[in-house]
């Protein structure tokens, strides 16, 4: 069992870290939560979920998100709450995934700004030398985007874009979704049921294989 770490940030596609907490409980593990106040206004307009200003109240709204006993392995935290353990590169967190990942939050963890718990828990990452996961979501990049994601490459970032693929042909939105969490588990350990190339020869799934089970 191993407690992760998921920022959840005001980019598109919270699908994506719906689906991904989901799975991390499911396999056993902890999470930790923080949602950006911009992460916050999303994580309403995509999916409903009211997590209060600035997400302070994403707790509260964790029993009907991943259900009673999920909640259990949560814990989430307000984007101010410096004081928490994921501030301190004592407190052993496995990986932290930043997903979705905003431009702004990308830029601010190249800059080493750690100006709320996302970012401070991604540049702890990096001068801990443990895995930092970021799932960027932007179309079209600028240069700025593109120098940023290199730089963090380069600091030992793992850049993992929320760029599903077809191949596995998706026939729903869960699908695609699947598609991309299963390579953000993949990066951390985490066994999954998704979809996995065998080779144009094999005939085609019937559907796509989703990595929550
Ligand atoms: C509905 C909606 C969708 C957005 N999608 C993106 C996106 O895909 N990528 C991005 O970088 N910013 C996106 N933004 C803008 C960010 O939320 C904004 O830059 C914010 O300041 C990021 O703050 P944060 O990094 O602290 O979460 C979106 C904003 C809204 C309201």
């Known amino acids: 069992m191993t407690r992760f770490f998921v920022g959840i940030t005001g ?27 911009a992460g916050a206004k999303v994580l309403r307009h995509e999916l409903g979920i009211e997590s209060g200003e600035g997400g302070r109240e994403l707790a509260r709204a964790l029993p009907e998100w991943f259900g009673a006993q999920s909640a259990r392995s949560l814990r989430a935290f307000a984007p101010d709450a410096i004081e ?40 702890v990452a ?42 596995h042909r998706p026939r729903t939105l869960e699908d695609l979704v699947a598609h991309v969490v299963g390579k953000i588990l993949d990066r951390l350990g985490v066994e999954h049921a998704g979809a996995r190339w065998k080779g144009t020869e094999e005939p085609p799934a019937e559907r796509g294989t989703d990595p929550r089970g």
């Open 126 to 167: 990096l001068k801990e030398g443990r895995k930092l996961v970021l799932v960027p979501r932007e179309t079209p990049l600028s240069e700025i985007h593109l120098e940023n994601l290199l730089a963090l490459a380069r600091m030992g970032a793992v850049v993992l874009p929320a760029m599903p693929g077809f191949y």
């Open 84 to 123: 928490a353990p994921p501030s301190s590169g004592t407190a052993l967190t496995g990986a932290v995934i930043v997903c979705p990942c905003s431009m702004g939050t990308l830029a601010r963890v190249r800059a080493g700004f750690s100006s709320n718990l996302v970012e401070r828990a991604a540049d």
């Open 11 to 37: 980019a598109s596609g919270h699908a994506y870290s719906d689906a991904l907490v989901r799975a991390l409980v499911r396999a056993g593990h902890e999470v930790d939560l923080c949602v950006t106040p």
